[in-house]
């Protein structure tokens, strides 16, 4: 059997891809151009271009891949493609409703426009200020005005002055009377000559100065006076009225032409029928009230009675303009990439102040926009994870981009669901959308969200590896030259690339492959610069290269370092120099997340006569997963494929996991199983110096598995620590061979046949490494080569079902 072993061992030269330093053609990086070409992501390129190209509703990009694939690099490299190019962008302004002012109204201008609006209305209101009080303070407008007055005053002055005639003629004067803070006109009877009261008349009755008759007529004369009074006060309030239209009247005609031409100056200038009706409404607003331009000092007293009012300061907020967005010095396509996609930084907010009132208020002018509405005929990027967990963002992100309309909202109606009556015209946007996470996000949204579909009609996914060829491997040249040139890093020699590409293929898993996980790459590029210049290297060679693998390794391997100690203490009991029966190491990974690793395991099966077929001890503990279940299931059609055509099987065969508390999952260690159970039946001792792993069909064919060089590497430090023989090795599927990329210390025991790796197709090719036996060809009537390690399990099973035979005649 010797020569069989010979003939399964894989030889040390296809154990690890090797990178020539030759094949290069460089001595170092210095002699490469600096390329910032993407590489190995063509698929997700094609896909980018295609999302991010496309003009119709819905093609906007989700992007998945690893965290490191170069996502956000390639998602910025295509968009930089957009920045230059040609494009019509608008400023969004927002300005007073006269008709109703909680719905501001929107303005769309030219890119650079809004500024120059907001400045014309801005200096509108400077040039009313000056001008309004300078016609009001002109002579003729004066002269005007006074005219007016004295013709209403006169007026006023002839009808009082009839009036207080008739009053005194029939024996009574008009007083004024104090009546809460006001003064009013009042009609008081006369006595000798002096006004008196009718309190001060009922006393002179009773002193009998005057007559009670007298004093009744002066009543009801005072009556009818007051009715006359009451015409009067209304012909005087007429003609204050009047008063008042009259000098309107002659304000607009001094003021109206003003107006006009300033408003026509900025009519001018603006192609825009929206923002002609606007100025149409603030003519009118003007001219309304002009009283709010006089100078604060001068009243708002009219002719006739009143008070004097004193004005507040008036900001005139209803005649400014609010641009939500300036694109005057946006230079091509807009592209934002938001990191804190919060609700208010994504769709704007409608900010609120305190009054000098301490009451909340708001108005248009605290109308902000967020980075969708600064992004409007551009890009905006954003991470999916950070937008669901935002609250109120994705409802409202989809809301918009499937109705093309912004609604700028308060923070606590977009999140809450409050309502506010002060609602701001909808903003039409056309913006794409790139979307960026990982596939469980995307297939969780695709299947949960009926509308997800509709809006995200491009995936871009990103590998985690590229072919491995000429092209590939210049290109990863390209990468570590720019990160040398971009963070101002000692240059590779050859060497030294050859590890980090090398480093590459390990991380990729198979010697065809590449890692396109670059955060990986440039972090183990960064850390070999370090150990270089540490050592005052000119160069960062292959040693500083392994020496940046391994610091890191070691910093992370303490779980690793603590269970192997268990293992050669003896805590962890694991077999390495016997042979037993019905024992076998399987090898098992353990992920750490950020490293994983592997260690043997110490699988053992027991046999007996029963009903009860394979007993999975690890699933009756609640400890084994459902992939591991499916192999043990499978584990039983290939002992009833091999064994069951000729006699029933009446066995319990209980496998486990020795050792095992934390659970297990996964089919690797099936045909591990399959040998102890085997070896159980045939009395027959397995070789504990050999580990294997690999799962297995009903066929007993061998199948490939993952995570093959932690665990060759796991069993081989196991060996080393104790000692190696020369014995020690692994048993791999066949198909794992490609994938191989050990060690250094591995490969080189391989070389000086200090440690085997094996590679084999089928369970037999197995017994026979594990057994040094012939696993036995099956005969056509079921049975198998005499002496053989077939022979032997099936005479076992065949004693099993006649004693179980006997026991039911019994």
Known sequence: MKNHLQQKEVPFTKLRWK?????????????????KEIIGQDRALRALRLGLNMK????????????GTGRMTTIKRLLSEFENKPVKLEDKCYVHNFRNSDQPCLISLPAGEGIKFQEDMDNFIEELLKDIPAVFESKRFKEERKRAMEFFQERQRNILKDFEQKVKERGFEVVQVQ??????PDIAPLYEGQPITFEQLDLLVKEGKIRKEQVEKLMQERTQLENQMDLMLRQLRNIERKAKESLQELSERFILPLVKDILNDIRKKYDNPKLHQYLSDVQDSVMSDLNRFRPRDESQQLPGLGTQIPQDQDDFTEYQVNV???NSETKGVPIIIETNPRFKNIFGTIDREVDKNGVWRTDFTLIKAGSLLRANGGFLVINALDALLEPGVWHTLKRTLRNGLLEIQPIESGI????????????EIDVKIVMLGDAYIYFLLYDQDDDFKK???????????????????????NFIKMICDDEKLLAFDRSGLSAVIEYGVRLAGRQNKLSTRFNIIADIVREANYWAKQEKSQYVTEKYVQKAIDEKIERIKLVEEKTKELIHEGTIMIDTDKAVIGQLNGLSILDMREYSFGIPSRITAQTSIGRQGIINIEREAELSGPIHNKGVLIISGYLHGQYAHDKPLVINASITFEQNYGGVDGDSA?????????SSLAKVPLKQWIAVTGSVNQKGEIQPIGGINQKIEGFFDICARRGLTGKQGVMIPQQNVKDLMLRHDVVEAVKNKMFHIYAIKTIDEGIEILTDMKAGKKLPDGSFEKDTFHYKVNETLKQYARHWKDLLAS
């Open 416 to 427: 809450f669901g409050t309502s506010s009556a002060f609602k701001p015209e909808p903003i």
């Open 455 to 477: 809006i995200f009609k491009v995936r871009a996914d990103f590998d985690t590896e590229m072919p491995k060829h000429k092209q590939s491997v210049n290109k990863y040249v």
């Open 56 to 67: 119709h509703p819905g093609y906007n990009v989700f992007v998945t891949g690893f965290s």
């Open 179 to 184: 009546v809460g803070p006001m003064m009013r």
């Open 324 to 326: 939500v967005v300036d």
């Open 670 to 678: 099936s045909s591990t199983e399959i040998y102890t159970i085997l």
């Open 19 to 35: 990178c020539e330093p030759d094949c290069l053609k460089v001595k170092t990086t210095d002699q490469f151009e600096k390329s």
